[in-house]
């Protein structure tokens, strides 16, 4: 059993001396910023999490920081917690697609709203500038029920024969079959381990075909596109292993196969660009198994992409948020020995406060121990916050996103 504090006045006066304010009621003007540049000068990857998929100010205060350090700090790709290959196909594609019609193919529902629109707006304001922000994902799961991925994969196997685009397509409309049906119980675990092998298979040998006719697709596509398609085949391989498996071992499969897609992005695809990764807190904490129970995403990372990189969790105190289903919950207040009590003291509707640069003294220990949070605004938990994150932000009250229906 852990103490529970009461007398935190001298941990307050501590935080009103470290902690920095930002404000949304001036999106536009990013000056309040500005303490990220010193922090994140020698950084190549920044995670931005979020405590539930269903904030709204998570994704106005992300949005606010994603402009800021595009324009200020030289980041150009933004890689979110949705389908690798619908969001980086449709990007490849957004040209065509209107502002609602390419947020909808690229991310899962949780994020159709009108705040995350707003960063779509400055994505496609940013297209026609010499440095455009570069849309990609993270997930093996797929985003679009449109079969975005298919119709490219097939548009790329049918210049070699009719054949195997069609089938390329018969193979993707089976995956995404299995994948909408991987929870229903009226398929025995048998039966879906058998299929998912067969679709393995396929697969595999798709990524045969690709590696022997590489240079005539190659010379036709591009490089960069036949690399994506590799990668994309690979992922479905993933895919196919985590819907076959049992929870915990389908969460680690995923949370290892988005942690492989980071890392192809810095190296592979990205290997002279500043990525910004948006994902869950879960996806992105350094250290999750006590709170969650597996390993995150960024867990799986190897040292050399770890050393350059800055994680920053978000949190809440009070108000609303929604859950994936979009059903909308009060958030619970946590008490006075929490993150998010101490920092929301200091007085700032959103607070800041940097963890990477912190000597410990007795008045931020807290920081450096097992300390009270509430996880997603619902559930009380324990992390030691230097050991999960470099920064954290608090916001005093939040409200449920408005959503829009792309239907």
């Given amino acids: 059993m852990f103490h529970r504090k009461n007398n935190i006045s001298s941990e307050i ?53 994603i402009k800021y350090l ?36 690229s991310l899962f529902k949780v994020w159709h709203t009108v705040e995350v629109e707003t960063l779509f707006h400055y994505m496609k304001e940013t297209q026609l500038s010499d440095q455009p922000l570069i849309l990609t994902g993270l997930d093996i799961q797929p985003t679009s029920n449109d079969h975005i991925t298919g119709k490219f994969l097939s548009k790329m196997f049918s ?14 409309q089976e995956m995404l079959y299995q994948y909408v049906n991987s929870r229903n119980p009226s398929i025995s675990k048998k039966e879906r381990k058998r299929k998912c ?79 910004i990764i ?17 390993l995150s995403t960024f867990s799986y990372l190897p040292p050399e992409i770890k050393e350059f990189s800055y994680t920053i969790g978000f949190f809440m105190y009070s108000g609303q948020a929604a859950e994936n289903n979009r059903s909308v919950y009060e958030v619970q207040q946590p008490d006075q020995d929490s993150i998010e ?15 990477s ?23 009380l938990s324990l992390i030691k916050p230097s050991a999960c994150y470099d920064g954290l932000v608090v916001c005093a009250k939040t409200s449920s996103p408005k959503y829009i229906n792309l239907n």
Wanted: contains cysteine.
């Fill in 13 to 65: 006066d501590w935080l009103k001396d470290h902690t920095y304010s930002i404000q949304l009621h001036e999106f536009d003007d990013h000056s309040d910023l500005n303490f990220l540049k010193t922090l994140l000068q020698n950084k190549r990857i920044v995670f931005l999490g979020e405590n539930g998929h269903g904030v709204a100010e998570h994704s106005q205060i992300k949005t606010k920081m």
């Fill in 70 to 105: 595009h324009k200020e700090l030289g980041f150009r790709v933004l890689a979110f917690e949705s389908s690798f290959s619908d969001c980086s196909l449709c990007f490849y594609q957004q040209d065509q697609l209107d502002i609602r019609q390419w947020m909808k193919h």
């Fill in 159 to 172: 210049n070699m024969d009719k054949a195997f685009g069609e089938k390329i397509v018969e193979l993707e």
């Fill in 197 to 275: 092998k067969e679709l393995m298979k396929l697969y595999q040998e798709f990524l045969l075909l690709l590696d022997e006719n590489s240079l005539e697709l190659q010379n036709k596509f591009g490089k960069d596109v036949f690399l994506l398609v590799n990668r994309i085949l690979q992922n479905r391989m993933s895919l196919m292993q985590m819907i076959s498996s049992h929870f915990m071992k389908a969460i680690k499969i995923r949370n290892k196969a988005m942690a492989e897609n980071i890392l192809w992005l810095a190296q592979e695809m990205f290997p002279n660009e500043k990525i």
């Fill in 278 to 294: 948006w994902a869950h807190n879960g996806h992105i904490m350094k250290q999750s198994r006590r709170l969650l129970g597996f």
């Fill in 341 to 355: 009590f101490r920092i929301k003291q200091v007085g700032h509707e959103i607070g800041f406060l940097d963890i």
């Fill in 357 to 379: 640069q912190q000597r410990k003294v007795p008045q931020n220990r807290w920081l450096f121990k097992h300390t009270y949070t509430m996880h997603e605004g619902k559930q």
